[in-house]
């Protein structure tokens, strides 16, 4: 054994940290570059596929279909299947009919963690037929649904998005699961509470949720607001309005007494509240006193106010049904959703994901066609939007707004939103503008950037561990403060009868003209 003085243990001391430290970091390097190197080739890979121009024309035909189909909430058949079709001939398990909503399905591929999600919607609206890409009102079938809100490209860009993922995942192979969770009726603001309560989320690690728009951006906070919407039915006596009117009570009479009475509870609500109504039964004919009717309430608030808000809603009902000698037969509440809060963390990711991928090119004939849209609306003719936004900040000042069942999803695993464009600026969301600009190429450069930068998201949760740890934890620290509880009453059951008179009514129409639309 060679013993060494003092002075050359020291030297040789820490010339062997030196050469330690070296091995690590050079260790640490290796290891870093190969990660880089999968993570850029996976990215690569997945970009590539969605950049093909058959790919592109693929997806956009199934955003057409869908736009075609323009299937109400809930009655979303055609659409839904279409979407499964495709994720079935590329690989993905889909278990079908989820949380009792017979258009509601989750499709997986992978195995292990982490697990991803991906949210997509295929709803339509009411009245919004239009022409695609015409420029002034044009129905294809008069007083059917459309398109208005762009659902049509985004259950398309996610499904576009998780095909893209499996095959990098695949050819790079790579752990981890993707999951593509299709949620019907999100216009009527149903599928996610219920999904929710199904705990289809439980195992999932990050969320990645889209919108069409006219711009790309992404946004985290609390936004929107969180609702309640429920149909009060009242129940009177029927006679005879001329000869004995004193032997009937209307219920028709208890619905008006309650819309009085929430509207003068209106001064008295805080300010972030709205609140909207239809009647959707009032009576057949006015010399018959009407035995049932019925009045459809959006009750919206802030998240912590809802739940008093509705109470004195109620009240008003009760009050009514007092009033009138009728009876309140029941208050059904269809859906309950919390307001939206974005992870902070999963927005940074995916901004940068927004700055790499940028803005697709505008043809000229997308161009004159957005301007004079713009025109006809009366808004600036600046063309579709070629910058992308900065990352939205939270305004503390902004209140209100209208609500998204997404909101539910962002309350039990880190979630934010992608907007993609492809809509026109200026045109009017639920109108027929927007259901103009959703349908061709414009539409299918659009969805095709959204499921680029969903893709390159889900590939960056998938392969940087420290980044999914991070947004775990920012989740698990806002979840301390906002813990999460369902608006849904016991026993709520999706309404899956909605939208299904409309559908019948219109169905036949707009079938025949399915192929000749422009
Ligand atoms: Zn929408």
């Known amino acids: 054994m060679k013993i060494y003085s003092g002075r050359q243990g020291a030297i040789l001391f820490i010339f062997c940290i030196i050469l330690f430290t070296y091995q690590v970091s050079a260790q640490k390097r290796n290891e870093e570059t190969s990660g880089k190197a999968d993570l850029y080739k996976a990215k690569k890979n997945a970009l590539e596929y969605l950049g093909d121009s058959l790919i592109i024309r693929k997806y956009g035909n199934i955003s057409d279909a869908i736009w075609n189909f323009a299937e109400l909430g809930m009655q979303e058949f055609k659409s839904s299947a279409i979407l499964i079709k495709t994720l079935e001939e590329e690989g993905f398990h889909v278990d079908k009919g989820v949380a009792g909503m017979p258009t509601c399905f989750v499709a997986t591929w992978g195995s292990g963690k982490p697990v991803i999600g991906i949210l997509g919607e295929f709803d339509a609206l009411p009245g919004l037929s239009q022409k695609g890409l015409s420029p002034v009102q044009n129905p294809i079938v008069e007083g059917a649904p459309g398109h208005g809100c762009g659902h049509n490209m985004m259950g398309t860009a996610g499904i576009a998005a998780v095909i893209a993922v499996k095959k990098s995942l695949e050819a790079c192979n790579l752990p981890g699961t993707i999951k593509f969770f299709g949620s019907p009726a999100e216009e009527i603001l149903i599928s996610r509470p219920y999904m929710v309560?199904?705990?289809?989320?439980?195992?999932?690690?990050?969320?990645?949720?889209?919108?069409?728009?006219?711009?790309?951006?992404?946004?985290?906070?609390?936004?929107?607001?969180?609702?309640?919407?429920?149909?009060?039915?009242?129940?009177?006596?029927?006679?005879?309005?001329?000869?004995?009117?004193?032997?009937?009570?209307?219920?028709?009479?208890?619905?008006?007494?309650?819309?009085?009475?929430?509207?003068?509870?209106?001064?008295?609500?805080?300010?972030?509240?709205?609140?909207?109504?239809?009647?959707?039964?009032?009576?057949?004919?006015?010399?018959?006193?009407?035995?049932?009717?019925?009045?459809?309430?959006?009750?919206?608030?802030?998240?912590?106010?809802?739940?008093?808000?509705?109470?004195?809603?109620?009240?008003?009902?009760?009050?009514?049904?007092?009033?009138?000698?009728?009876?309140?037969?029941?208050?059904?509440?269809?859906?309950?959703?919390?307001?939206?809060?974005?992870?902070?963390?999963?927005?940074?990711?995916?901004?940068?994901?927004?700055?790499?991928?940028?803005?697709?090119?505008?043809?000229?004939?997308?161009?004159?066609?957005?301007?004079?849209?713009?025109?006809?609306?009366?808004?600036?003719?600046?063309?579709?939007?070629?910058?992308?936004?900065?990352?939205?900040?939270?305004?503390e000042t902004e209140v209100g707004g209208s609500s998204s069942d997404v909101g539910e999803v962002t309350m039990v695993v880190p979630t934010a939103t992608v907007l993609f464009p492809g809509g026109v600026p200026g045109e009017i969301g639920h109108h027929w503008s927007t259901t103009a600009s959703g349908y061709g190429s414009a539409a299918w450069k659009g969805l095709n950037t959204g499921a680029r930068v969903i893709a390159a998201t889900a590939i960056d949760l998938l392969t940087k561990p420290k980044l999914l740890s991070d947004i775990k934890e920012e989740f698990k620290q806002y979840s301390k403060e906002h813990p999460y509880k369902s608006f849904l009453p016991e026993g709520a059951k999706p309404p899956l009868g909605m939208n299904r008179e409309i559908m019948d009514k219109y169905r036949d129409a707009m079938s025949r003209l399915e192929h000749d639309t422009k």
């Open 197 to 395: 309560r199904e705990g289809i989320f439980n195992d999932v690690d990050a969320v990645i949720d889209n919108h069409a728009s006219s711009e790309l951006s992404t946004s985290y906070g609390v936004n929107g607001s969180a609702v309640m919407s429920v149909v009060f039915s009242f129940k009177g006596k029927t006679a005879h309005a001329a000869d004995t009117p004193w032997r009937g009570r209307s219920a028709l009479d208890g619905v008006e007494i309650m819309n009085v009475a929430t509207n003068y509870l209106r001064e008295h609500l805080f300010y972030t509240y709205r609140m909207h109504y239809v009647v959707t039964e009032g009576g057949d004919a006015p010399n018959v006193v009407p035995e049932k009717a019925s009045v459809w309430y959006y009750i919206r608030n802030t998240d912590d106010r809802l739940g008093e808000m509705y109470n004195r809603v109620l009240n008003c009902a009760k009050g009514a049904a007092l009033a009138t000698g009728t009876s309140l037969d029941s208050a059904t509440v269809l859906t309950a959703v919390h307001q939206r809060h974005s992870n902070k963390g999963l927005a940074e990711i995916i901004q940068k994901n927004i700055e790499l991928i940028g803005m697709p090119e505008w043809s000229e004939k997308e161009q004159l066609f957005a301007r004079t849209l713009q025109k006809e609306l009366g808004e600036k003719e600046t063309g579709y939007a070629s910058v992308i936004q900065p990352l939205l900040k939270p305004q």
